[in-house]
């Protein structure tokens, strides 16, 4: 079993922040305190770019793909230090980079688990970015969990 963690960032989600099976990566490596009281600790397996993965075709059974999800935060909020932000200019071409390259990592047999916030960006303008719809999931709420599979399969 391969499972790819592509945006890890502090892991919150994990409940288990060394998984054996999992490979994280994240565009950063980042240990700090914040003033808020926030901690960041961004120690990914490898710093890689969710628009350029260095992973070949078909190589993973389970991937996670939870990008930034604001466009603006403050310059020294907690918000952006921990989540980071989307360029208000290329999100659509980030994210839908992003999705595919998710795509073509992933097997033919392979479960993709996109991880959304609402807060700026409604889910359904970034699906539509995507192009393909998810097969089940979270279908309301601020906050959404969905699955998608192989696309084409
Ligand atoms: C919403 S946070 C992920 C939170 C994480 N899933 C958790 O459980 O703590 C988004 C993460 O994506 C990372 N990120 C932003 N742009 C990226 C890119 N182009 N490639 C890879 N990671 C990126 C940020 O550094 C940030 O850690």
């Not at 993973?60 to 466009?71: E, G, S």
């Not at 980079?97 to 033919?108: A, N, T």
Request: one cysteine or more.
């Amino acid at each position: 079993m391969k499972i790819l963690d592509v945006c890890c960032g502090s892991r919150m989600f994990w409940y288990d922040k060394h998984e054996p099976h999992t490979t994280y990566c994240d565009i950063r490596q980042e240990k700090k305190d914040l003033p808020s009281g926030h901690h960041i600790d961004v120690d990914p397996d490898v710093v890689a770019d969710f628009r350029s993965l260095p992973f070949a075709d078909c190589t993973f059974d389970n991937v996670i793909f939870d990008p930034p999800h604001l466009l603006h935060a403050g310059p020294k909020s907690w918000l952006r230090a921990k989540y980071g932000v989307l360029d208000p200019k290329v999100w659509k071409d980030d994210l839908k980079q992003g999705f595919d390259e998710c795509q073509r990592v992933l097997k033919s047999t392979g479960t993709l688990v996109f991880k959304w916030n609402d807060d700026q960006i409604p889910f359904s303008k970034v699906i539509k970015v995507f192009g393909q719809q998810p097969i089940y999931g979270d279908r309301r709420g601020k906050t959404r969990w969905v699955v998608f599979i192989k696309k084409g399969k």
